[in-house]
């Protein structure tokens, strides 16, 4: 799959690249190479992209939900603590 995808990508890239190149000389077909090139870098190595780096992690662990918010703080004021033993032992 990684592999799928870097070979999609370079391919869009590369028709971005030779849609700058040709609309030198063919405006029509460097703006027809240049929408293939993002129209295939959005709507196919970009969902590409996502399913694999998303692939097998749950979605609840990335939202903030009011469980998430607390153990947050908690830990936040758990480490100011643990931060201001350390300061009082060092003098």
């Known amino acids: ?3 799928l995808i870097r070979l999609f990508f370079l391919v869009a890239v590369g028709l971005v690249v030779s849609g700058f190149y040709y609309k030198t ?3 029509e077909l460097g703006h027809l190479l240049i929408g293939l090139g993002v129209a295939g870098g959005f ?3 970009m969902p590409m992209f996502l399913y694999y780096r998303w692939k ?3 979605v609840k662990d990335y939202m903030l939900t009011k469980d998430s918010l607390k153990k947050m703080r908690e830990y936040e004021t758990h480490k100011d603590t643990v931060s201001q033993d350390h300061s009082t032992n060092e003098t």
Do not use: A, R, S, Y
């Open 56 to 58: 097998g992690k749950d």
């Open 43 to 45: 709507f196919v190595v």
């Open 25 to 27: 000389e063919d405006l």
């Open 1 to 3: 799959m990684k592999l």
